[in-house]
């Protein structure tokens, strides 16, 4: 009986993996599982058998017909799936054309901005068309003084002045705000120049400013220097070195070493090895005391970075014009991550 | 600006310990920014002094003339010069084979025309001396037969070029010396006093007058005579050269010169061409006045003037006049040494459009206490040349506005709070000396004095003498130190995130391209199409395209023109800021340019859009209504004004065929537009749960006939008019066009508090039946 037991299993095994349609697949699971089917007879037949030999046949034809069952349901499913994963579209039609692209600017100034939420700046904006108050006085930069023609400014029959520095910014908030203060001001600068390959009469910038009180100087280089590992997604090295703004004192400009040549020397970075990114300094008393902050309970750092720049150093872009240019063309591909 | 590093040395004590190569990058992190740094004289070797012992015609070729040239060490040699200047007993720069000069990068001896030239002679210019190519550099007689060039001329240097920027806000380095104090200062070196001379013995007065008190801080002059010498050194004459100035005469060059070692302008009348000296403004007057360079240029108002008795002679601190310029005859003349005012002169520079070396400094903040210092030192340097000059007059002084010594009290904790750690005392006064300041060690303080040529704008806060000693401590020795810990949340004005957000969404929604335009017009295209925009805000200072915006959408359309170059169907857009003379608002523009036949398709994809970002951003129900707007490039037939809480926060249109047919002929173009401030200041609504109705709901179609020009927004609005309990909502499902509009409504039907009977139901549609043909509508049985 044991013999005729495997035999069964084993014709059921290859007569269930022969078949490929449902209709054979369904006479063959009354052959072997139907109540005429052997299984059963040798099942029915078990009365005849010792105590003993009713434990170890019964288990086993048990074993065997749950064998078949099984294989039957395998098989079944196999059947059917085939059947409804018949293909009846192309889907390896191309995708992700339909996508549109954001402004270089846009996507540089975004990955700062994300970099400095993380670090707990508030983002706010100001007018493009400003007081010129906001531009020059707030920022002690009185009349006559040099650097208000170095900044070659629009003015508007107004009176006001299109912002040269994304700065006013500072004035405002401080004004808005009050201290403490950590903020970030993403914007659209305008200077009057003639525009060629490397010179645009309007550029982006990003203000940021952190005022609180006991910020230093050793506070302005652990953060400039995190800023730009994150934006760059390495360990750049820096370098910090004295330069004039008059909103700031101590004024710094930041360099990086060239990310073109690494610091060996070449065109883009004058031979020098280093790259000029991002002017900043400790926030100049004057401008603290004009914004109501008293200098002497508060000090704080501020800088600039010019996005313009940096999505051009970014995507390798050699002639600014294309920036503001307009044409798809060359804008598309700019696509949205 | 250019600096000698040959210079610098001697200003410096053991400079020959200073790498001048390499000190620049500690300046550069220090100091100031270096544009270059150029090693002279590289490029000039194996240049030795030779004589002309035999010249003669060559034979064969009569351009040339053959020379016998001893060379010292008792060879001589054969060189075929074609250089006119030569003489018997003339003494040249020869490069010998294997040498090399500007321009000739290996000396070998050559065959011209049958005579072996073993070497060649050189000019000012191929030694990099200077332009001039006359003819064969004639040495002086002193110079020793045999010895290399570069020992009488100094022509190795290591001319550095410093960025002015950089030295905005530092007058005390316009010149060789502060450069010099300040690399002292780096280097932990002693800065040697300048050699003056200051025995004049003469008491005799010269007639000078200041009028304008306020823009002349200082003037001070002496007459020197009994000049007799034309020439200035050969050291000197390379220094201006390798300074980026010419050399023209002794005095001239000595003025220069002056200007570059101590960075005080200087200028010399020619004594006998000037009769006393009177400093005045030209006030209200317009005068026309010939600058030395031969130009007549008409004076602006209120110009600081250095006059005479009868007429004016130099505009201060700018440029000289040719009536009284120093000539080859000049034996007396007055020198000048003054202080003007430094917006003064700007502002004179800026409205002449003329910037000179002279102004570019006084225009820094000169300190006035040099004036006479460099009088001094004009009169030694000059006596090293002419030895027997004489002084004519004392120096005559007149110190109007006189600048002393800044005294700043630095708080030691307010020291430490910017440093972020302490220094010691020590280390604050080390740093501060040697920048020449005078340090007063208190308990809690230090009381700082800064020497006059830092005192006239520079030094005024404590945060400047903390710059002092920060930046020569080393920027990149102070310490990394992260921000305090601050748990204030400070949302900022949101608007950065919601500008941001609707340009990605629309981005991603439509696949187009956001694109950057210019803050103002293209007076062109306004023009083009007649559209005024006179009473916007102008920029004044602007040449051409100076009207600013009020409106992006057109600016938009500028771009649309070049890009249908390109492309037929495509859609760009921008968030910018729209500005009339009362206020700047932030405003996002679409446009979709598409072909007629997708017309329909576009717009809605725009409709469609423009309610997804305003509901995904606020969860705000949006309405669109018909409306007119007031531009000319629109067409209104299409024009639907955007709504939220009875607010017309944009509109979606179409623009005009005059203006879509730019982009061609069957191209049509969607315009939407929405205020982005208007968005911003909508509040958020919190969604509001409603349970659904636990008895069934049934639904029901109708189809409605509607003439196919009559709108959905009509029958709406009759269908908005029914109110039954029973209805629930109703939904437009299908529109159907053949020879009318046929619109499928699906109605929804149920109560909250029981299940509706078969009677209820067809009551209510019995009803919404009645509601709808009573308004003129016929449903399809
Ligand atoms: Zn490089």
Redesign the interface.
């Known amino acids: 009986m044991k013999e005729k037991l495997e035999l069964l299993k084993q014709n059921a095994t290859s007569d269930i993996n022969n078949v490929s349609d449902e209709q054979s697949l369904l006479r063959l699971k009354s052959t072997y599982l139907g109540k005429d089917s052997q299984i059963m007879q040798v099942m029915k037949s078990m009365k005849d058998l010792t105590i003993e030999e009713k434990k170890e046949i019964g288990k086993l034809a048990n074993e065997v017909k749950s064998f078949i069952e099984n294989l039957v349901k395998e098989k079944m499913n196999e059947i059917s799936s085939k059947k409804e994963n018949k293909r009846i579209f192309d889907n390896t039609l191309p995708v992700g054309?339909?996508?549109?692209?954001?402004?270089p600017?846009?996507i540089v100034a975004?990955e700062v901005?994300e970099v400095l939420k993380k670090m707990?700046f508030?983002?706010?904006?100001g007018?493009?068309?400003e007081k010129e108050y906001y531009n020059f006085e707030a920022l002690n930069i009185p009349k006559?003084h040099?650097?208000r023609?170095?900044q070659d400014?629009?003015?508007?029959?107004?009176g006001?002045v299109?912002r040269t520095h994304t700065s006013p910014v500072q004035a405002r908030s401080m004004e808005t705000?009050g201290a403490?203060?950590?903020?970030a001001a993403?914007g659209?600068c305008?200077r009057?120049e003639d525009i060629d390959a490397c010179h645009e009469n309007?550029f982006f910038q990003i203000e940021g400013m952190?005022i609180?009180k006991?910020?230093?100087?050793?506070?302005l280089?652990?953060?400039m220097?995190n800023i730009l590992k994150e934006i760059y997604k390495k360990d750049i090295e820096v370098?910090?070195?004295?330069?004039?703004f008059p909103f700031v004192?101590?004024?710094?400009?930041l360099d990086i070493k060239c990310l073109i040549c690494g610091g060996k020397g070449c065109p883009t970075c004058?031979?020098?090895g280093w790259l000029e990114l991002c002017p900043c300094g400790?926030i100049?008393?004057?401008v603290l005391r004009m914004g109501n902050i008293n200098p002497?309970e508060y000090?704080g750092f501020a800088f600039g970075i010019g996005l313009t720049r940096m999505a051009m150093m970014k995507y390798k872009i050699n002639d600014i014009r294309m920036?503001?240019?307009?044409?798809?063309?060359h804008?598309?591909q700019f696509?949205?991550k | 600006m250019y600096i000698s590093c040959n210079v610098l040395k001697k200003y410096i004590k053991d400079s020959d310990k200073i790498d001048f190569l390499n000190v620049w990058n500690d300046f550069t992190i220090r100091s100031a920014e270096i544009d270059g740094i150029e090693e002279k004289g590289k490029d000039i070797n194996n240049v030795v002094v030779a004589k002309i012992v035999k010249l003669e015609k060559h034979k064969s070729n009569e351009k040339y003339n053959v020379l016998t040239l001893d060379i010292g060490y008792r060879k001589e040699i054969t060189v075929v010069s074609s250089a006119t200047n030569l003489y018997e007993g003339m003494l040249v720069p020869c490069a010998l084979q294997g040498g090399s000069l500007k321009g000739i990068s290996e000396v070998v001896s050559i065959n011209l025309d049958g005579v072996e030239s073993q070497g060649v002679l050189a000019s000012e210019r191929e030694l990099g001396i200077s332009d001039s190519h006359l003819g064969v550099m004639d040495l002086d007689k002193s110079y020793i037969v045999g010895e290399d060039i570069k020992k009488y001329i100094p022509i190795d240097d290591i001319v550095i070029e410093i960025d002015n920027k950089s030295l905005t806000n530092r007058p005390d380095m316009w010149g060789h010396y502060g450069i010099a104090r300040e690399i002292a200062a780096i280097t932990g070196k002693e800065l040697l006093p300048l050699e003056i001379f200051d025995n004049i013995d003469s008491t005799k007065p010269l007639n000078i007058k200041v009028e304008d008190t306020k823009n002349c801080n200082r003037y001070s002059c002496v007459e020197i005579g009994n000049i007799t010498k034309k020439e200035a050194t050969m050291e000197m004459k390379v220094m201006l050269y390798y300074c980026s100035m010419r050399s023209i005469s002794l005095l001239v060059d000595l003025t220069n010169y002056l200007m570059l070692e101590l960075g005080q302008p200087m200028h010399a009348f020619d004594s006998k061409k000037i009769n006393n000296i009177i400093v005045k403004n030209t006030g209200k007057e317009k005068i026309k006045f010939t600058t030395l360079d031969g130009e007549e240029r008409n004076i602006p108002e209120n110009t600081l003037m250095i006059c005479d008795e009868n007429r004016p002679v130099a505009i201060a601190g700018i440029m000289g006049g040719l009536n009284s310029e120093i000539d080859d005859d000049t034996e007396t003349l007055i020198l000048e040494s003054a202080n003007f005012d430094s917006a003064s002169v700007r502002k004179s520079a800026v409205a002449l459009g003329l910037r000179t070396e002279a102004s570019a400094r006084y225009e820094k903040s000169l300190d006035p206490n040099m004036t006479v210092l460099a009088i001094k030192r004009f009169i030694k340097l000059l006596m090293d040349v002419d030895e027997n000059i004489s002084i004519n007059s004392r120096i005559e002084d007149i110190y109007t506005n006189e600048v002393k010594e800044n005294v700043v009290e630095l708080k030691k904790d307010y020291l430490k709070k910017y440093m972020g750690f302490t220094l010691d005392d020590k280390t604050v006064c080390d740093i501060l000396n040697s920048l020449h300041f005078k340090v007063e060690v208190k308990d809690d303080k230090y009381i700082v004095t800064a020497p006059t040529y830092r005192s006239t704008k520079d030094i005024t806060y404590s945060a400047d003498i903390i710059e002092e000693i920060a930046r020569i401590y080393g920027y990149n020795n102070l310490k990394e130190v992260p921000l305090k810990l601050d748990l204030i949340v400070r949302e900022g004005d949101n608007k950065y995130d919601l500008e941001y957000n609707l340009k990605k969404s629309i981005a991603l929604d439509t696949g187009f391209s956001e694109i950057h335009t210019y803050l103002w017009y293209q007076t062109e295209l306004l023009n083009k199409y007649g559209i005024n925009k006179e009473d916007n805000v102008k920029i004044v200072n602007k040449k051409d395209n100076n009207i600013i915006r009020d409106d992006i959408s057109l600016s938009l359309f500028e771009q649309c023109i070049k890009n249908s170059k390109y492309y037929s169907e495509y859609g760009i857009f921008e968030i910018g800021s729209a500005i009339t003379k009362e206020k700047e608002e932030r405003v996002l523009s679409i446009l979709s340019v598409c072909f007629k036949s997708n017309l329909e398709d576009k717009y809605m994809e725009i409709k469609k859009l423009i309610y997804k970002l305003i509901s995904s951003n606020k969860n705000i129900d949006v309405k669109f209504k018909q409306y007119k707007i007031d531009k000319k490039y629109l067409n209104n037939e299409y024009t639907l004004a955007v709504f939220v809480n009875d607010d017309i926060i944009g509109y979606i249109s179409v623009f005009d065929r005059l203006f879509a047919k730019e982009c061609g002929k069957k191209i049509e173009i969607v315009n939407a537009e929405l205020n982005v401030e208007k968005i911003l200041n909508l509040n958020k609504q919190d969604i509001e749960y409603i349970e659904p109705s636990r008895y069934p709901v049934t639904t029901i179609d109708y189809t409605i006939i509607m003439d196919k020009d009559d709108l959905y927004n009509n029958l709406d609005e009759v269908l908005k008019k029914y109110n039954n309990e029973y209805l629930i909502d109703y939904k437009l499902y299908d529109v159907y066009i053949d020879d009318k509009k046929k619109v499928t409504i699906r109605f929804t039907i149920g109560s909250n508090n029981k299940t509706l009977t078969h009677d209820e139901i067809q009551e209510v549609s019995n009803k919404i039946l009645e509601h709808i043909e009573k308004n003129n509508y016929s449903i399809v049985k």
């Open positions: 054309d339909e996508i549109g692209s954001l402004s600017i846009t975004n901005a707990g508030m983002i706010v904006s007018p493009e068309m006559n040099p650097a023609d170095m400014t629009y003015w508007t029959n107004l006001d299109l705000y403490p203060i950590r903020m993403p659209r305008f009057n309007t952190v609180d006991e910020v230093s100087i050793s506070n280089i652990y953060v220097k370098r910090l070195r004295p330069g004039f004192e101590p004024g710094f400009e004058k031979n020098s400790m100049h008393p004057e002497d000090s920036l503001n240019s307009g044409e798809i063309r804008l598309k696509k949205v």
